[in-house]
């Protein structure tokens, strides 16, 4: 079975920074590009970013470009969001999903709050 | 890059058919045939109802499905059920060079 899981969220002093991770099980993870989605209390659905099976290729959102940084170990199985200068407009549940073009399976989620 | 273009919200009574629409532009939905339909319950991950205009995934209803036409992508629920109710999202591959992807504005199903 499918599995990811997000850990790392929590809140956070705007300027500050925090790590995200997501945990990859039931798969070969190393094959499989991988994405970062959020979502802001009571609004929609917000692509951040995305990381290709060998890291050859990463994308990034506008919005976050040059304060966030995505990277996987494939050996861990365990993608990951750096998040830099945060901001209260970054406060969102972040979801991981899986796949290229279409997202097949996602987490949970993990909420962070950025606020003084 | 603007959100694509969904309905507010969108209404039926049981056993009806409804459809969204996604509208965006030829950078993206009239573009490629990457278009996808996220289904979320309330406090629930988003569940791929949708993917490459027309293909449902395993285990998904064939009373979802999925057209494109031009810059504009449609979900159709036929047979309405109550466990429909939820918010939807399309979303795009898009060659914009801001971004990759782009999610639309959402859509309110509401079950009457």
């Known amino acids: 079975e499918v599995q990811l899981v997000e850990s790392g969220g929590g809140l956070v002093k705007p300027g500050g920074s925090l790590r995200l991770s997501c945990a990859a099980s039931?798969?070969?993870?190393?094959?499989?590009?991988m994405n970062w989605v959020r979502q802001a209390p009571g609004k929609g659905l917000e692509w951040v970013s995305s990381i290709s099976s060998s890291s050859s290729y990463i994308y990034y959102a506008d919005s976050v470009k040059g304060r966030f940084t995505i990277s996987r170990d494939n050996a861990k199985n365990s993608l990951y969001l750096q998040m830099n200068s945060l901001r209260a407009e970054d406060t969102a549940v972040y979801y991981c999903a899986r796949d290229r073009y279409s997202w097949h399976y996602w987490g949970q989620g993990t909420l962070v709050t950025v606020s003084s | 890059q603007s959100a694509l273009t969904q309905p507010a919200s969108v209404s039926g009574s049981p056993g009806q058919s409804i459809t969204i629409s996604c509208t965006g532009t030829?950078?993206?939905?009239?573009?490629?045939?990457?278009v996808s339909w996220y289904q979320q319950h309330p406090g629930k991950a988003p569940k791929l109802m949708i993917y490459e205009v027309s293909n449902r995934p395993s285990g998904v209803p064939d009373r979802f499905s999925g057209s494109k036409s031009g810059n504009t992508a449609s979900l159709t629920i036929s047979g309405l059920q109550a466990e429909d109710e939820a918010d939807y999202y399309c979303?795009?591959?898009?060659?914009?060079?801001?971004?990759?992807?782009?999610f639309g504005t959402g859509t309110k199903v509401t079950v009457l």
């Open positions: 039931g798969f070969t993870f190393s094959s499989y590009s």
């Open positions: 979303s795009s591959y898009t060659s914009s060079s801001t971004l990759a992807y782009v």
């Open positions: 030829s950078s993206d939905v009239g573009g490629y045939n990457y």
